[in-house]
């Protein structure tokens, strides 16, 4: 199954509805499985460079199959060769917690992303937005 438009917006606004709660304003970007952008949303009020973190941490997601926070701790590990991955994808990564693999049916469809608080706030508020999918 592809990850379709209407089913990434509905993603990003339950998600942008809890950052709102919890007052915190922040940008939500999907991509699919292959990191290419399907949505992104920043709120009003929402720091000017939230939009491009939040494509890079769903990039990272999207690569790996896993959550980007998985991939930061590995990078603590292995630098070198992140810092390399990372350069060579134009920039397009950024290795931080914030991101969580879109799975249906047990396929990893695409990736969503989210800066605007910490990094902790920033999953949570993902996780918000994938609920949708339950």
């Known amino acids: 199954m592809a990850l379709d438009l209407a089913t990434a917006e509905k993603i990003a606004q339950a998600g942008l509805a809890h950052a709102k709660e919890m007052g915190i304003k922040a940008s939500f970007a999907i991509v699919d499985d292959s990191g290419n952008m399907v949505y992104l949303a920043r709120m009003?009020?929402?720091?000017?460079?939230?939009?491009?973190?939040?494509?890079?941490?769903?990039?990272?997601?999207?690569?790996?199959?896993?959550?980007?926070?998985?991939?930061?701790?590995?990078?603590?590990?292995?630098?070198?060769?992140?810092?390399?991955?990372a350069t060579m994808s134009g920039g397009r990564m950024i290795i931080r917690q914030g991101a969580l693999p879109i799975v249906v049916g047990g396929t990893v469809v695409g990736a969503a992303g989210v800066s605007g608080g910490t990094s902790i706030q920033d999953e949570e508020i993902v996780q918000a937005g994938l609920s949708v999918l339950s």
């Open 44 to 85: 009003d009020g929402a720091p000017f460079f939230s939009p491009n973190i939040a494509m890079g941490k769903a990039f990272v997601s999207s690569a790996w199959r896993v959550s980007s926070g998985d991939i930061e701790k590995k990078a603590q590990a292995a630098p070198y060769f992140y810092e390399t991955a």
